[in-house]
């Protein structure tokens, strides 16, 4: 007798044994399907044509910024999704961690890491069709229209020997030009000329005083739960530029 209990105990030991392998095996399984799941990564960057912007007939999002996710969400396990704003909440949203990156002119490395050099694009003044800027001398006296928070250069951040007016936009900008209320528009040289061209104003502008190239640059914020996945990112846009995706959009929104 109690040598078939022992045998019974065996048995149910091995049972036992076996249950609580196929357990762990699940329970593996399992922890593997959920470090599967796909991560959002949540993109913010200025809404202004045709950097980014929301068409106002079908919804849709469409610009170079645009496009650059696309190519992205190609390259990368993860999905992207996209936020336009004015300039100055792209700098709170990354300081606080609701987003996720951005691709725009270098912010603070307080709130974000720097990554992959995207592209560079000019930075300057586009005057009135009558107002010549043949130095940088010939801005005193003048006014000078430019959106809320953003940075020209060091030197014309600082520069009080002319009259800075802030707006929400380059369109805003532009209308003032050619009601005559400012005599230029400070800002990114393509991105103003595109917009004068789609807005009938094209005519109304004279030649840009170029002051800098500013570099366009992956950036990630600090806060990011997502930070680890920025060496990812990188090489995805090394990939575009290698592959001519970079060139072709810019070729394609004037920037």
């Known amino acids: 007798m109690n040598k078939d209990k022992g045998i019974v105990v065996r048995q149910f030991g091995v049972l036992f044994g076996v249950m609580k392998a196929a ?52 390259r990368v396990d993860a999905d992207i999704e996209v936020s336009l704003t004015p300039f100055a909440r792209v700098d709170r949203e990354l300081e606080l961690g609701s987003h996720d990156c951005t691709i725009l002119v270098p912010r603070s490395e307080e709130f974000v890491t720097a990554g992959e050099l995207v592209a560079y694009h000019d930075i300057g003044v586009v005057p009135a069709k009558n107002v010549e800027l043949p130095d940088y001398s010939a801005l005193e006296g003048k006014k000078v229209a430019l959106i809320r928070g953003s940075s020209i250069t060091p030197q014309f951040d600082t520069d009080e020997s002319f009259i800075k007016v802030l707006d929400t936009d380059y369109l805003m900008s532009l209308r003032k030009l050619a009601r005559a209320r400012v005599d230029a528009i ?18 109304k502008l004279g030649q840009p005083l170029k002051l800098a190239d500013v570099p366009l640059r992956l950036q990630c914020s600090n806060k990011s739960p997502h930070l680890q996945l920025l060496p990812t990112l990188n090489r995805a846009i090394a990939e575009m530029k290698a592959q001519g995706v970079i060139d072709r959009i810019k070729s394609q929104y004037y920037f």
């Open 23 to 74: 357990l762990v095996a699940v329970g593996l399984l399992w922890g593997a399907k959920s470090l599967a799941e796909p991560v959002t990564l949540k993109f913010i960057s200025l809404e202004v044509a045709p950097w980014g912007w929301q068409d106002a007939d079908s919804g849709e999002m469409k610009g170079a910024f645009i496009e650059m996710v696309k190519a992205l969400r190609e």
């Open 186 to 203: 400070a800002g990114a040289i393509p991105t103003i000329r595109y917009l004068a061209d789609n807005n009938n104003l094209g005519d």
